[in-house]
């Protein structure tokens, strides 16, 4: 197998199964593979939600100035590091979402990034239905994307960024 420098993990699509594993220096699979079944609310396997959320928010600390386009940059900028680590490609300002993974030719996964800095720290599903609810986008994302897994990155108040997960698109 190939491997990219900075790629940390190997995925694989096979419909509604996401086969991965964590790859070593020289490129094998460190761990046996995972056969991760996707269901209509699935959230991301625990070693890649750890993998993205590690990227944002390393490239989050490292700012200086903290206005929302500076930190909505670091965020992307995170995503697109991700990305690499996980052996995809991304795309920018796609249709439905701030940047897309890609993976073997499909979308993979979409995000957005989303401003929600007069509010606190709130819980996971209070964050989902305020989305929902005042942002179009997201519901529309949830809706029309055409990426397997979506999410939005919350910035919230005192640059904290939370990663509110969408529903996975149905096959």
Request: aromatic content about 12%; glycine content about 8%.
């Amino acid at each position: 197998m190939t491997k990219n420098s900075e790629q940390l993990w190997q995925l694989e699509l096979h419909g509604r199964n996401l086969k991965y594993g964590r790859l070593d220096a020289t490129g094998d699979v460190r761990w046996a593979k995972v056969d991760w079944k996707i269901r209509g609310t699935s959230l991301l396997p625990r070693g890649l939600f750890f993998t993205v959320t590690s990227f944002v928010l390393r490239r989050v600390k490292e700012l200086r100035d903290k206005s929302f386009s500076a930190l909505e940059e670091a965020i992307l900028w995170g995503l697109r590091e991700a990305a690499v680590a996980c052996g995809c490609t991304w795309k920018v300002k796609s249709v439905h979402g701030d940047l897309v993974w890609i993976l073997d030719g499909h979308r993979f996964f979409a995000f957005q990034v989303v401003d929600f800095h007069r509010h606190g720290d709130a819980k996971l599903a209070d964050l989902r239905a305020l989305l929902r609810k005042r942002r179009p986008r997201f519901k529309k994302m949830e809706r029309k994307s055409r990426s397997l897994f979506r999410a939005s990155l919350v910035l919230l108040k005192g640059d904290f960024v939370k990663f509110v997960p969408g529903k996975t698109r149905r096959n």
